[in-house]
């Protein structure tokens, strides 16, 4: 009598696993799969809040900028039965016209940014990439502080189409955001116009 094989069953990771894992690190849920990930560098994290940082005040308050917009810095979004964490994220206001008072977001953003660092970069632009597309995100940008580029796409019949790819000291003014303009190369602390100055009181 042939042996019967027994099949290794896969764990298929829950919510639950989230909430279990380390504080430091961040946590997403992929198709059932857990990816974990180390807090963002320094040169991400200065990205990642300067592109907020120019967002939020014209489209989320209004200042400088038309408004109606909720710009969240890594929200946990369960979409469907996976979770994940985009550095940026963005709502128009008709999308989601109250600010939950949750844990995570069950909306699907029109904006999402990832800046991309060496230990995400491969799910970014794959899975997570997909994700969106799947859950129809309209716009995506893609942040390379180590190329100092920007990428942004436009989601079209379910295929996302690349906009424009900008550079070093380039001009961003893209949709969804094309109603302001600011330098690229703020988001590269080494070539900040405010970096390196320092407060001597001369």
Not at 31 to 44: E, V
Request: glycine share 6%; charged share 25%; with cysteine.
């Amino acid at each position: 009598m042939a042996a019967r094989v027994r099949r290794r069953e896969t764990h298929q990771a829950t919510y639950q696993d989230v909430l279990d894992a380390p504080p430091h690190k961040v946590v997403e849920v992929i198709t059932g799969t857990l990816h974990t990930h180390p807090r963002p560098a320094a040169r991400h994290a200065w990205a990642s809040s300067i592109l907020g940082g120019s967002l939020v005040n014209p489209f989320s308050r209004g200042s400088g900028g038309p408004g109606g917009w909720w710009i969240v810095f890594e929200p946990e979004l369960h979409l469907n039965t996976d979770i994940v964490v985009p550095d940026l994220s963005g709502w128009r206001r008709e999308t989601m016209p109250e600010y939950p008072d949750a844990a995570y977001f069950t909306i699907a953003p029109d904006w999402v940014c990832e800046v991309l660092s060496p230990s995400t970069r491969q799910l970014d632009l794959s899975e997570k990439r997909d994700l969106y597309s799947r859950e129809g995100v309209h716009h995506l940008w893609l942040v390379d502080p180590d190329a100092r580029t920007l990428e942004a796409f436009e989601l079209r019949e379910g295929h996302w189409l690349l906009l424009a790819t900008l550079a070093d000291d380039a001009t961003v003014s893209l949709p969804p955001f094309d109603a302001i303009a600011f330098p690229l190369d703020a988001l590269w602390p080494d070539t900040s116009k405010d970096s390196g100055k320092a407060d001597d009181g001369t």
